[in-house]
């Protein structure tokens, strides 16, 4: 599909035990929606030719005589569809019988997997009938009148698409195949099983194949016996799922009496980029005895279907219970990392300005925590309040009421008079309202920040935010300057988040009122004079364009190295019609403009806490050139159609 995309589906037919000619049927339906679809791959459950639950009958002729026949039935039956499909059935070689995976495509088998590790305990027996991919000795198998490939090893290939395959107990065991075969170079890993129901084995169930797919950075489908096998000791009810480097994307309903089929999207270009980025991905096979991968290619056909997968429109902020999560251990890390400082330089004091508006807020929330986690008094933490040109009544009063609240020390320091002698000095006109004027006052504010801390033997702690640091939305040498920056991997739309948590969970009611007022203030530096009504006049997202767009934008670029046509894709399956692709586009092009040319305000960050997985510090989370070129960047962006 489009931007490294591919479709992959996991079904679940209604089966009878050991009806082959009705388990084909099943199957071969299940495929053609798949293809109908779009999906590239389908997987069905371990054994489905015959049904999972046969036990002593796999050990008869007949059975196995008339599953053979219905597959190469299978297989013919569906020569004009292009998915890959992945079936179960029981195969005989060696004077041995095989719980194998059977691949096929267009009317080719193009390999058999037989299942490696067979499960010997109470409800499963399969030692009982099967033979383990271990102890065989060929690496090929006949099936009819021709002879296919055979192992464990093998790798299914096209594009950058590769796929692996395990079945069912493989997954449990220690060291699973899936691992070998993902850093043999699978990216996509298929299982077909046949595990009955517990209570309590889903959740284990699901959180075992979403960590195998994170430690594999792979995509990982999953389809096991549902309806129709012989319920005489267990019950299996159809679980299918799709999961992506640690999440999952789709999941069947469980104990349905009806086929299903469950399809998503696997982000190829996403896994990709992690494991280049891991470099110590592939040295997990450094000392591991292992066979060389036999890679057979196979045709995919390109697919312009939609996404299926949810895209969060905000990847930052969880949802529910997760956010509560979230935003106590960014707190966490933010208190630990400032607490760390306090005590490495010997200060008593801290000085933060406190403009009312939320990334101030949010520091001068952990200077708080901080101090009494230290057991320092609250009243060693300055607050310095600084009212300039634009400072309105409402960002003013919540300012003093937050300090008053929260029982700190607070100052108010009028820059006024010392910026118009600056602009005097300079020889500026205090009537023009251009960048001049606008950092003078930034800068003003920080000399002050700076040498109260000297005078009081404090430190300076920054308030500036991811998302600015991004854009480059802060004056050089003002606002982007601190001695400790607790905000600086946390973007603007996590920051409001946060300041709403404290308010419900850490604070006072006063203090809760006052936050969740400067939650609900528009975002402004304050640098502009106020309209005629008092009302803030200068609005970043006016001028910037929306956070909530800028932070996606970051995260897919910064997260996954995405081009800005994958980004933009991305943002129109996110955000849907509240944008249109102009808009989508215009600030697209704001933002890769703006984070390139102003990479030299990153490359002399002040140190801060790391607090998630992407982050902009110049020591070890993004180096860049700071006279990089956007050039092919901006380059793409305008090739984008806004109609």
Request: one cysteine or more; glycine letters at 8%; proline letters at 4%.
């Amino acid at each position: 599909m489009k931007h490294g995309f591919t479709k992959v589906a996991a079904a679940i037919p209604g089966v009878r035990v050991a009806d082959c000619n009705y388990n084909i049927t099943q199957i071969q339906a299940l495929m053609l929606k798949a293809s109908e679809a779009g999906a590239q791959l389908v997987a069905f459950p371990e054994l489905s030719v015959t049904a999972y639950t046969c036990m002593d009958l796999f050990s008869g002729k007949l059975l196995l005589d008339q599953a053979e026949k219905a597959l190469v039935e299978l297989v013919h039956s569906t020569r004009d569809l292009p998915v890959l499909a992945v079936v179960g059935m029981p195969l005989r070689t060696e004077n041995r019988l095989i719980n194998a995976a059977v691949v096929f495509q267009q009317g080719k088998i193009l390999g058999v997997v037989p299942k490696t590790y067979l499960p010997n305990y109470k409800e499963f027996q399969e030692q009982r009938w099967f033979s383990s991919a271990s102890d065989l000795k060929l690496d090929t198998i006949r099936i009819g009148n021709a002879s296919y490939p055979m192992g464990g090893n093998l790798l299914f290939e096209t594009g950058n698409l590769t796929v692996g395959i395990e079945l069912c107990e493989d997954l449990w065991v220690p060291v699973p195949p899936s691992s070998v075969l993902a850093m043999l170079g699978a990216n996509v890993i298929v299982n077909l099983s046949a595990s009955n129901e517990l209570i309590g084995k889903n959740n284990y169930l699901r959180n075992l194949i979403c960590q195998q797919s994170a430690r594999c950075i792979s995509g990982y489908v999953y389809a096991s016996a549902g309806f129709g096998e012989s319920t005489t000791d267990l019950v299996f009810a159809g679980n299918a799922l799709i999961a992506e480097n640690g999440s999952l994307l789709a999941a069947s309903k469980r104990f349905e009496q009806d086929e299903q089929l469950i399809i998503s999207e696997i982000d190829i270009d996403n896994l990709e980029h992690d494991r280049q980025v891991n470099t110590g991905f592939s040295k997990g096979l450094d000392g591991m005895l292992f066979a060389e991968a036999v890679r057979i290619p196979f045709d995919a056909t390109s697919v312009e279907g939609t996404l299926t997968r949810t895209i969060d429109p905000h990847p930052f902020v969880p949802e529910g219970a997760a956010l509560t999560e979230r935003c106590e251990e960014i707190f966490d890390i933010q208190v630990s990392g400032l607490a760390k400082r306090v005590l490495h330089t010997h200060t008593q004091k801290v000085v933060v300005g406190i403009s009312g508006g939320l990334d101030s807020t949010l520091a001068l929330l952990v200077c708080v925590k901080t101090f009494d986690v230290l057991g320092l008094s609250r009243k060693n933490i300055l607050g310095i309040t600084m009212p300039g040109f634009g400072t309105t009544d409402r960002t003013y009063q919540n300012a003093l009421d937050l300090m008053d609240s929260l029982g700190i020390t607070s100052r108010e320091v009028s820059i006024k008079a010392a910026c118009l002698q600056h602009f005097e000095d300079i020889g500026h006109d205090a009537s023009v309202h251009d960048i001049t004027y606008e950092n003078s006052q930034a800068r003003e504010r920080t000399q002050l920040l700076m040498d109260i801390a000297n005078k009081e033997n404090g430190l300076v702690i920054g308030t500036g935010d991811l998302s600015e640091l991004a854009l480059g939305w802060a004056t050089y040498n003002g606002d982007h300057m601190s001695m400790y920056g607790v905000n600086g991997s946390i973007p603007k739309t996590l920051v409001r988040s946060l300041v709403e948590w404290v308010a419900n969970y850490r604070v006072d009611e006063q203090s809760k009122r006052t936050l969740l007022d400067i939650a609900d203030t528009p975002i402004s530096p304050e640098l502009i004079p106020a309209d005629e009504n008092g009302n803030i006049k200068q609005k970043t997202e006016d001028l910037v364009g929306p956070y909530e767009l800028h932070d996606f934008f970051l995260y897919h670029f910064l997260r996954f190295g995405a081009t800005p046509s994958k980004i933009f894709y991305l943002a129109e399956n996110a955000f849907g019609t509240k944008y249109s692709r102009a808009v989508l586009k215009k600030w697209l092009h704001t933002f890769f403009r703006r984070f390139f040319m102003q990479q030299f305000k990153r490359s002399c960050l002040p140190d801060g806490p790391k607090v998630g997985s992407v982050s902009l510090s110049p020591r070890g989370d993004w180096r860049m050139p700071s006279d990089a070129s956007s050039a092919h960047w901006l380059h793409e962006i305008e090739l984008i159609p806004e109609n």
